[in-house]
């Protein structure tokens, strides 16, 4: 009888890790506006938006960091920015275009291949100036230790010197 218990626990874990590593990334779902798609109620995603002085807020939503601002057109800094992302592991573009300044991506976790998706938005400040808007969230738990807040560090370290001082 354990043996069978045991089997049965295999075989739905197994199941498990096969349906999490093929599950589908539908685009009309994951591809949001990191302005003003929903916080979730778990503390499992990270958005970071543009805070400029004199303006109201750009998003009703909470805001965990404020932006950068960049000395240059959103064009040159969605393109950079993607071209960065694209190297990342276990990374690929769902939805959008850095030619739009919306994109969505998808990085799953190393072992269990858990997908965290994350939009991204440029925007045009003027006077060759651009900001960025980004949400980034976890698809399944309800913690995730910080990954989300590190990636979005991380991947934003990579235009660090169009940031205006």
Do not use: C, K
């Amino acid at each position: 009888m354990i043996f069978w218990i045991a089997v049965g626990v295999v075989v739905i874990g197994v199941g498990g890790v096969y349906m999490i590593r093929n599950v589908s990334h539908d685009p009309a779902v994951w591809h949001v506006d990191p302005l003003t798609a929903p916080t979730p109620d778990t503390p499992n995603s990270y958005r970071m938006v543009p805070v400029i002085e004199g303006y109201e807020p750009v998003t009703q939503e909470r805001i965990d960091r404020e932006s950068p601002i960049y000395d240059a057109n959103p064009a040159l800094i969605s393109q950079a920015f993607d071209e960065f992302v694209l190297r990342q592991p276990r990374t690929e573009r769902i939805a959008g275009t850095p030619e739009t300044g919306w994109m969505t991506y998808v990085q799953q976790s190393e072992v269990m291949r858990f997908p965290d998706y994350i939009s991204v938005l440029f925007l045009d400040l003027g006077n060759g100036q651009s900001t960025v808007a980004i949400f980034s969230r976890s698809r399944y738990g309800h913690s995730d230790l910080g990954v989300n807040a590190n990636r979005v560090e991380r991947w934003l370290s990579s235009l660090s010197s169009f940031e205006v001082e």
